[in-house]
């Protein structure tokens, strides 16, 4: 079987933990306490969600593990109050 590489955001959580998005799979969000945990889980949902689209005959996203990432932060103005 071979394997397929997506690519995981984690954004850390203000109380601890890690939240998770995928962005092949725009609909899986989960979460995890430490990096590891995070990425197990994003693992599990993944796994469940390609076994889903394979009995339903649904297409599979494409791989995008080896994708550039670039993340920039912007900045606007607070609404007023």
Do not use: W
């Amino acid at each position: 079987m071979s394997a397929l590489a997506y690519r995981v955001i984690l954004e850390p959580e203000p109380e601890g933990g890690y939240n998770v998005v995928v962005p092949a799979f725009p609909h899986i969000h989960t979460c995890g306490d430490d990096v590891a945990d995070a990425l197990a889980m994003a693992t599990d949902a993944i796994g469940l969600e390609l076994a889903v689209m394979h009995d339903r005959g649904l297409p599979v996203p494409e791989p995008d593990g080896d994708s550039e990432v670039r993340i920039e932060r912007v900045v606007v103005p607070a609404p007023a109050a």
